[in-house]
C-alpha cells in the first residue's frame, strides 16, 4: 500500500512504522492517548507554498477557511506564513483575533446569516470585507456601519448558478442553494451600497462548493463574475477584490495518484485566465486542500467482533469525533500504526462505540487483520474533523497535536467530564 505525500510515511524498522513527520505515530498515541488529531505543521506550510508558486505574479491573499479546522495553532501557524482568514461567526472572529491580532485585518467575513452583534465585533476589528449574502443584510450592515460611525467594505457573494460536482450537501453554486445573490439582483445592491455613506462596494465573491476536484466549474463561475466586475466598472463601482472563495478538493483515496501540486496548477491557471486584465487582488478561500492531508485522527482497537458473516472492528473514536463517513458517505483511509510482515487482508466494518448503526469509519473494507489493542491511523482527516467533532453520548472529544519536524506539542487538551458537564445545572 502506497501513502502518497502526506507527511504521513511508513519508516522506522523494516519500514512497519507509521510516522508523522519524524515522529511515530505509536508514541503520540502512548504519549496523549487515544482519540487523538495529529497534524504536521510541515505539510501546512507546504500547502501554502504551492498556493503561492501558483499564484506568483498575481496579487492574492489567501484567506484560510476557519470552518475546515480552527484551532489556535493551526491559525496562528498560517497567519504566520501571511495567510488572511474566511471567517463565518463571531466565534470564529475571535479565533483570529486570539491566533494573531494582525491578521484581523486580513479576513473576510462569509455567511448568510450574520447577527449584528457579530457585525459589530467584526466592523470594531477592522475587517478586510463582508461578504454579504442578501439586500436585508446589505440593510442591517449598513443600519449597524452607521452606528458606529464607520464604513463597512462590502463584497457581493454572487450565486452564479453553476454546477459542481460534488456531495450534494456541500454544493452550493446553484439557485437551489440558499448561498449568495442572484447575478441579476447584484448589480441594483451595488448601485444601492455605492450610494450609501456607510458602505463601501470593495469586492465580489463567488464560492460554488467543497471537494470540487475539477477546475473546471471554478472558470464558468469566474467568468460571470468578470462580466459583472466590467459592467460596474463602467457605471464607476470600481472593485478591488475578486474573491474566488474555496473549495478545492483534494483524493481521499491512497490506492489512487494524486498529486496536489497539479491539480492547484490546473486550478491556478483557469482561475489567472478568468483574472487577464484585471487590475485588483485575487482572494482564495481554501480549507480543506489546505489542512485535510496535514491530519489523521489516531484510534485504538477496542474489540473485534463477528456477527455471522460480518466482522466488526470496535475503535474508541466514533462518530462524534469525525462525522464525515456518517454525514456524506465520505472515504477515509485508514491504515495500521505498525504494518506486520505477514498482514492477512480481511474484510470488515470499522466503527465506534456511538449507539447508531451510521457509527461507522468503514464498510467492507479490505484491511490488514487487526486485534484488540492495535492503533489505526484515520488519514486525510485534518479538514472538518475535529471542527465538525461534537460530544454527542456524552464522549469528551479527542487531543490535538501538532508535529513540526522531530518536536509534537499538544495544541488542544482532551477534554474532560468537568468540561461537558459545567454548564448544565440540577433543577
Ligand atoms: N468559502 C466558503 C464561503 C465556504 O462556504 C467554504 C466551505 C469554504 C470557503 C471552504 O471550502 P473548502 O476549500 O474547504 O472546500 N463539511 C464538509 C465541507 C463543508 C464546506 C462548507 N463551506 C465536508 O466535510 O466535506
Redesign the pocket.
Known amino acids: 500500500m502506497r501513502i502518497p505525500a502526506r507527511n504521513f510515511q511508513y519508516g522506522g524498522k523494516n519500514g512497519a512504522e507509521l510516522a508523522c513527520e519524524k515522529v511515530p505515530l505509536s508514541r503520540l498515541a502512548q504519549t496523549y492517548g487515544t482519540p487523538l488529531y495529529v497534524y504536521s505543521a510541515g505539510a501546512i506550510r507546504e500547502r501554502m507554498r504551492m498556493f503561492a508558486a501558483a499564484f506568483q505574479g498575481v496579487r492574492h491573499t489567501v484567506c484560510y477557511?476557519v470552518?475546515?479546522n480552527s484551532n489556535l495553532s493551526i491559525l496562528q501557524l498560517l497567519a504566520g506564513l501571511g495567510a488572511g482568514f474566511?471567517i463565518?461567526s463571531g466565534g470564529e472572529l475571535e479565533r483570529v483575533r486570539r491566533s494573531d491580532k494582525k491578521a484581523l485585518k486580513r479576513v473576510v467575513f462569509?455567511g448568510v446569516g450574520k447577527a449584528a452583534a457579530e457585525m459589530d465585533a467584526a466592523l470594531a476589528a477592522g475587517i478586510l470585507v463582508f461578504?454579504v449574502e442578501s439586500a436585508a443584510e446589505l440593510d442591517l450592515l449598513e443600519a449597524r456601519a452607521r452606528a458606529a460611525h464607520k464604513v463597512a467594505p462590502v463584497a457581493l457573494?454572487v450565486n452564479p448558478d453553476v454546477f459542481a460536482e460534488t456531495?450534494p450537501?456541500?454544493s452550493?453554486g446553484l439557485h437551489a442553494h440558499k448561498?449568495g445573490v442572484p447575478m441579476s439582483e447584484a448589480r441594483a445592491l451595488y448601485r444601492l451600497a455605492s450610494r450609501s455613506k456607510h458602505l463601501l462596494p470593495t469586492g465580489i465573491?463567488v464560492?460554488i462548493?467543497?471537494?470540487?476536484q475539477n477546475a473546471e466549474p471554478f472558470g464558468q463561475a469566474l467568468r460571470r463574475v468578470r462580466e459583472l466586475v466590467t459592467d460596474l466598472a463602467a457605471e464607476n463601482i470600481a472593485l478591488r477584490y475578486i474573491d474566488a472563495?474555496?473549495?478545492?478538493?483534494i483524493s481521499y483515496r491512497i490506492e489512487e495518484p494524486f498529486d496536489p501540486q497539479a491539480l492547484l496548477a490546473q486550478y491556478a491557471r483557469v482561475v489567472r485566465a478568468e483574472l487577464e486584465g484585471f487590475d485588483g487582488e485575487l482572494l482564495l478561500?481554501?480549507?480543506?486542500?489546505v489542512i485535510a492531508q496535514a491530519g489523521a485522527l489516531l484510534a485504538q482497537v477496542l474489540y473485534v467482533k463477528r456477527n455471522g458473516s460480518k466482522t466488526f472492528v470496535v475503535t474508541d473514536a466514533a462518530m462524534n469525533d469525525l462525522i464525515?463517513p456518517a454525514?456524506?458517505q465520505?472515504h477515509h483511509a485508514i491504515v495500521p500504526l505498525r504494518r506486520r510482515a505477514k498482514d492477512q487482508a480481511t474484510v470488515v466494518d470499522v466503527v465506534g462505540p456511538v449507539c447508531e448503526s451510521g457509527d461507522f469509519f468503514a464498510r467492507d473494507r479490505s484491511m490488514p487483520e487487526l486485534t484488540a489493542g492495535d492503533t489505526v491511523a484515520i488519514l486525510d482527516a485534518g479538514?472538518?474533523g475535529m471542527a465538525?467533532s461534537s460530544n454527542y453520548n456524552t464522549r469528551t472529544r479527542p487531543a490535538e497535536v501538532l508535529v513540526d519536524g522531530g518536536k509534537h506539542k499538544l495544541i488542544r487538551r482532551r477534554e474532560t467530564l468537568r468540561d461537558l458537564l459545567g454548564p448544565e445545572m440540577l433543577r
Open positions: 477557511s470552518k475546515a474566511d463565518v462569509s461578504n457573494r456531495h450537501y456541500i452550493t448561498f465573491s464560492h462548493g467543497s471537494q470540487i472563495g474555496g473549495g478545492l478538493g478561500e481554501p480549507g480543506r486542500f464525515r454525514l456524506y465520505a479538514a472538518y465538525q
